[in-house]
């Protein structure tokens, strides 16, 4: 009938339910949407100087910078925090600062964001050995 791959996250040794487990797209989508509408109000108020256009471009350094800041020091964005979510690396424990900026860098280019494996991990979490996880 087909090939049973086990739940989502057991080949990285993650609980199929409760905390540790692999993070849903739903939360990590809505985690996402508060941290960027935290960087465009950011960008609009005190960046752009009231120009929506510019406010946009702005709000990518923004992001990118508040992802490099909280990722790399205490494990997630403020978004993630709200709803419940860590990065850690693969192995457990905090992601080194290079891999932090590797997966932000990959994170802002979006395409290996929406590329995902079986496990629903996005091909920039993969690239820099990251796990996105329920705390």
Known sequence: MGVEFGHRGQRLGLPEEGPGSLARPGRRFAA????????????????????????SN????????????TVG???????????????LAEGGGRISLPRVVLRTLLLVVVIPAVVWDRDGRGLHDRLSRAVQVRM
């Open 32 to 55: 996402l949407f508060i941290d960027w509408a935290l960087c465009m109000l950011i960008a609009y108020g005190l960046l752009s100087g009231g120009k929506a256009q510019s406010a």
């Open 58 to 69: 702005w709000a990518l350094v923004v992001f990118a910078v508040l992802s490099v800041l």
């Open 73 to 87: 020091t205490v494990g997630f964005t403020p978004g993630k925090r709200m709803l419940g979510l860590r990065v």
